[in-house]
């Protein structure tokens, strides 16, 4: 019985190895999140490639601290206004994800950026 439960947990555990670098600790909404935020946004949050001169901020942990870098309050209602209708140099994204994508997007952002 003993070697029988360590042969699933081993399975598992190859299962996620194959799986890239998919962390275990996100839920399906998180995971969903996390392939926007990196199709979208990490180009410029966190390899800023247009090389802009105003350097988009680090979303790491942005929902840890009670303002976003602007000062604007950090919490859903004002992030996904700024998703909306942009800011300074970050383009507005209305019309370019449903609303289940911008509840896992805010979801992903939630986790910190695991
Ligand atoms: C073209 C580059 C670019 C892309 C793409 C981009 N951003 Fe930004 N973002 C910026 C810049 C530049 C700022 C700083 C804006 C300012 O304060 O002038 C910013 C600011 C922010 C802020 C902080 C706003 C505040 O009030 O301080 C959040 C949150 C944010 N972006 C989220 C996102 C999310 C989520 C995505 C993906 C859907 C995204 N951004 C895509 C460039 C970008």
Redesign the pocket.
Known sequence: MKSMRLGVSSAFAMALAFSGCRPASLNEQQMEGRT??EG??A???RDND?A?K?V??D?HE?FRHTA???G?PANDA??QK??LYG?????A?AGRFTQEQMSA?LAY?HTGLR
């Open positions: 926007l935020y979208r946004c180009h410029c949050h247009l802009l105003k988009p901020p979303l942005i976003l870098p602007s604007a004002e992030v700024v998703i800011k300074g140099m970050m383009p994204f997007l952002l």
